[in-house]
């Protein structure tokens, strides 16, 4: 209770991931950390974006396997479904039913000037209508749980801003229903690639999964692009400019980054001594999520009442906005009956 009388409540966030299996260093240091660390501030909602992950042409082989790698992921890092709700899309249909609605209030102007349109459909000959809708449906994913704010990086910045303005024009035309959701940008930075790409992504290979065993870590670490200035192991290095150093700042403790880069600076260490350094400490960092993740690949009916249990805490919650976003707009035919 907030002053005895008023009950307080928890902001409540909604956050999604698109299933592509197991997670990666990226996802986790991007989204995952962060997700974890906020589930007793706030009343979180998390969720796999399945209906998202059509939009990319996903192999429907694939994807049921993948949304269940994902989901032991998100156990295994310790999103907790005591804690928080964690639920697959697709089990609550009123996620699409109400980007369908949005439709009605979102000018495909808008939709045009998203970044993400452009850069996908500049690579494709004929652009998919749900890559242009793409923002709507995620507006509709925030939206129908009435989110306070939303954890997001830079990339998505643009996004929710979408889903900001859809909520501020549906009330305009039917009354006040949506908060407009706030974001919450994360401190950890973009997480570049290991080969100095600008993003992190298991499509490129630049990354490790989050459950990978030490020589996995060491397999792709060791093919980390470090300071170019840094040729020979006598040369001095730059930690400031190089990525693995970035890495070390969240893997290794205060006093050992320190000694990176002052060894860095000396060209008293090599660099693959210093990346066999992180990858011990990527591994050990790992070590529980492997652990919990054995414990939910041998018992897959725990996962599924999990999922069962968030999407029906979910579906609670996201009829509720459907009920009173249908009568605020009409649909509700027999009322004309009297
Ligand atoms: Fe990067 Fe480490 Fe090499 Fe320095 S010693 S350039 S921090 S990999």
Redesign the pocket.
């Known amino acids: 209770m907030s002053d005895g009388t008023t009950p307080h409540r928890k902001k409540r966030i909604f956050s999604g991931m698109q299933p592509s299996g197991e997670a990666h260093l990226g996802n986790y240091l991007g989204a995952l950390k962060r997700w974890v660390d906020m589930q007793d501030e706030y009343d979180c909602i998390w969720c796999i974006v399945d209906d998202h992950a059509i939009t990319s042409g996903t192999d429907p082989r694939e994807l049921p396997g993948n949304v269940f790698d994902l989901a032991v992921s998100f156990l295994a890092v310790g999103l907790d479904p005591e804690r928080a709700i964690i639920f697959v899309q697709s089990d609550v249909h009123e996620h699409t039913e109400l980007a369908w609605l949005f439709n009605a209030v979102t000018p495909v102007g808008d939709l045009e000037r998203m970044t993400q349109y452009k850069d996908k459909a500049s690579r494709v000959e004929s652009v998919p209508a749900g890559i242009l809708n793409y923002p709507i449906l995620q507006a509709a994913d925030i939206l129908v749980y009435k989110a306070d704010a939303v954890p997001v990086g830079e990339d998505q910045r643009q996004h929710l801003e979408l889903a900001r303005d859809v909520a501020r024009k549906f009330n305009a035309a039917y009354g006040d229903t949506f908060p407009e959701p706030a974001a919450l940008i994360g401190d950890a930075g973009r997480i570049r690639g290991l080969d100095g790409d600008a993003k992190m992504s298991k499509s490129i290979g630049n990354t490790v999964g989050i459950l990978a065993e030490l020589d996995e870590v060491w397999a792709r670490v060791r093919t980390?692009v470090?300071?170019p200035q840094?040729v020979r192991r006598t040369d001095p290095?730059?930690?400031e400019v190089?990525?693995?150093?970035s890495l070390?700042k969240f893997f290794s403790d205060e006093e050992t980054v320190e000694d990176?880069?002052t060894?860095?600076?000396a060209a008293t260490?090599?660099?693959v001594?210093?990346?066999k350094i992180?990858a011990e400490n990527i591994a050990a960092a790992f070590a529980p999520f492997r652990e919990r993740a054995a414990h939910y690949r041998a018992h897959p009916e725990e996962v599924k009442r999990i999922l069962d249990e968030g999407a029906e805490k979910a579906r609670a919650i996201a009829s509720a906005t459907m009920a009173e976003v249908r009568r605020k707009m009409g649909l509700r035919w027999r009322d004309a009956l009297g």
Not at 242 to 245: Q, S
């Open positions: 980390a470090t300071d840094r290095g730059r930690p190089c990525n693995v150093f070390h990176v880069a060894q860095c600076r260490r090599g660099c001594e210093c990346k992180l």
